[in-house]
Every structure is written in structure tokens, then in C-alpha cells.
């Protein structure tokens, strides 16, 4: 079955850190680029991050940058997202999805062809 499983979601208060994980099952991620998405209630999905294929290109949502890294490890088949100094308004279900477009770094959903089922993120004191 081919499927992206999303990890590392929770409760943190403000200021504080996660790290996402999205694994691929079933299928090499080696050349897929790879986009971090969230959607908090009653709001649209934004994009947050996305990583090339290779790792060598990365792009960041004006709201995250600084605070969130996004890495990707092919070995493992597994690309992070490293989350500090985490705010309020980050709480939403954050979501991986990878496009076989290896260079691909947007958010228009139906360029991408595996989507995880995502993971909860709430900041909150």
C-alpha cells in the first residue's frame, strides 16, 4: 500500500518545539519533493513548507520562517519538520504530501500524488 504516515503531533505551550515526521510506505521518496501543509479549523490549507527531491531547494511560508526547518532524510524514506518557538496560531492538523514533480515547491493540491492523514499540532498554554 502506498501511503505517507504523518508522527510527532501534540500539546506544547508557546515557545516550545516539535518535530514532525512523514514516512513513506510502499514507495521511494528519493524523487519526490515533499510539502508540508496545515489547516487550522475554519480556515483554508496553507502551504507551510516543501523540500526538493535532492534537499537542496527549500521554501518557507512568511508565518514559519525562522521557526520551522524542513529536512529529508531518503535513506529512511522520511522528511521532518522541525518546529520552534511555536505559537498559537500554529495549532491546526498539519499534513505531508509528495508530488513526483521533484522540483515542485507550491501548494496547488492536485500537483501532488500521495497525501498522509495527518497530525494534530496544538500550541496552547
Known amino acids: 500500500q502506498l501511503q505517507l504516515v504523518e508522527s510527532g503531533g501534540g500539546l506544547v505551550q508557546p515557545g516550545g518545539s516539535l518535530r514532525l515526521s512523514c514516512a513513506a510506505s510502499?514507495?521511494?521518496?528519493?524523487?519526490?519533493?515533499i510539502s508540508w501543509f496545515r489547516q487550522a479549523p475554519g480556515k483554508e490549507r496553507e502551504g507551510v513548507s516543501c523540500?526538493?527531491?535532492?534537499?537542496?531547494?527549500?521554501n518557507y511560508a512568511d508565518s514559519v520562517k525562522g521557526r520551522f526547518t524542513i529536512s529529508r532524510d531518503n535513506a529512511k524514506k522520511t522528511v521532518y519538520l522541525q518546529m520552534n518557538s511555536l505559537k498559537p496560531e500554529d495549532t491546526a492538523i498539519y499534513y505531508c504530501?509528495?508530488?513526483?514533480?521533484?522540483?515542485?515547491?507550491?501548494?496547488?493540491?492536485?500537483?501532488?500524488?500521495?497525501w498522509g492523514q495527518g497530525t494534530q499540532v496544538t500550541v496552547s498554554s
Open positions: 504530501a509528495a508530488t513526483i514533480l521533484g522540483d515542485y515547491c507550491g501548494t496547488v493540491v492536485n500537483r501532488f500524488n500521495y
Open positions: 510502499g514507495f521511494t521518496l528519493d524523487y519526490h519533493a
Open positions: 523540500i526538493s527531491s535532492s534537499g537542496g531547494s527549500t
